[in-house]
């Protein structure tokens, strides 16, 4: 029995970070406070969505003169929400508004302050605005908030319970009797229907900045930001890699910017070609080839006749593999799919 007890204290101490120390910071918040002179990010680190950054440019101007928007009565939005697939750049384009506007950022994810025992949350939401009233003004980023923010009256359980109180410590920091003037709120999400409606109503998210997949002029803006960094060859074309990416995100257009810098390290290459961002396109694209899989001459086959024509169906032979990979064996997990440019 003795040995269970002193079991269940170490492991209560592990959480709680160890010693009385510990036990007192329990409740204290987990966001990272980053201060003007560590932020080095701004608009232009920012590309592909023009129109977002259109959207938040007027909160960096009240943060740096408040008194020009409060002596006409007008109130600046006490929370924006960003909405876009995974990837898009809402994290930076938060990080940008503060590096624009020098002031104070404190980060933090929805899931840093939900634990397993009731009123934890809801204390360090407490402690986290406390913060940042002394820095104000101030920006605080929510990363993923549907974690904290989801829609209350649903599922049972003790881990519900301490969600909901979470969130309802949230909504009245936010708008609640106490004011939080030069506090602006920046949360992410890519599910904004599982948002409760509360969070979503005007004096706490006013306003929702969708951050989409950019279009080929974003793609070309974003390959450009990020090649920056990358020694280039002379036939280096962004346009034309931009074209040839339909559908990626920021995310994926540095990956590809890094992944063509890797193929020209293992070439001993000093500077990086068209061909690298072919083959690293290929590989995040259609993955790894796979020079072990040989195709026996029946497959071969099988895999032309779709390419000839209705005359050739006869003779599957004379159709040849459009590309200048061989038919020996499939190079990707999808061969036989054609990639068109958008």
Not at 125 to 144: N, S
Not at 167 to 178: A, H, I, S, T
Not at 225 to 252: E, K, N, Q, Y
Not at 326 to 331: K, T
């Amino acid at each position: 029995m003795l040995l269970l007890i002193g079991v269940w204290i170490f492991f209560m101490r592990q959480m709680q970070g160890g010693g009385g120390k510990g036990a007192m910071s329990f409740g204290k918040s987990k966001a990272r406070m980053l201060t003007e002179d560590q932020i080095k990010t701004t608009f232009a680190d920012v590309a592909g969505c023009d129109e977002a950054k259109e959207e938040v440019a007027e909160l960096v101007e009240y943060l740096r003169e408040p008194s020009r928007f409060q002596k006409l009565g007008g109130k600046i939005p006490k929370g924006v929400l960003m909405v876009g697939p995974p990837g898009t750049g809402k994290t930076l384009l938060a990080k940008a508004i503060a590096g624009e506007a020098k002031v104070p950022f404190f980060t933090i994810s929805g899931s840093d302050f939900v634990e397993m025992f009731v009123g934890v949350g809801a204390s360090r939401v407490r402690d986290m605005f406390e913060q940042a009233k002394k820095a104000a003004p101030c920006i605080i980023f929510i990363d993923e908030i549907d974690a904290v923010g989801r829609q209350r009256g649903a599922g049972l359980g003790g881990g519900h319970d301490e969600r909901e109180q979470t969130l309802n410590q949230m909504l009245v920091e936010m708008d609640g009797f106490e004011g939080n003037e030069g506090i602006i709120v920046i949360a992410a999400t890519n599910r904004p229907d599982v948002l409760d409606p509360a969070l979503l109503r005007p004096g706490r998210f006013d306003r929702q900045v969708v951050v989409g997949l950019p279009d080929v002029r974003g793609r070309e803006q974003i390959l450009k930001v990020h090649m920056r960094r990358v020694p280039l060859a002379t036939d280096i074309d962004a346009a034309i890699i931009a074209r040839g990416t339909p559908g990626f995100s920021g995310a994926d257009l540095a990956n590809l910017v890094n992944e063509a810098a890797l193929f020209a390290a293992r070439g001993n290459k000093r500077v990086v070609s068209m061909v690298e961002f072919e083959k690293a396109k290929d590989k995040i694209m259609m993955g790894a080839e796979r020079r072990s899989m040989v195709m026996t001459e029946a497959q071969k086959r099988v895999d032309r006749v779709p390419r000839s024509g209705p005359r050739d169906y006869r003779s599957p032979g004379a159709g040849t593999r459009s590309g200048a990979q061989s038919d020996d064996y499939p190079a990707r997990s999808c061969a036989g799919r054609d990639l068109l440019p958008a």
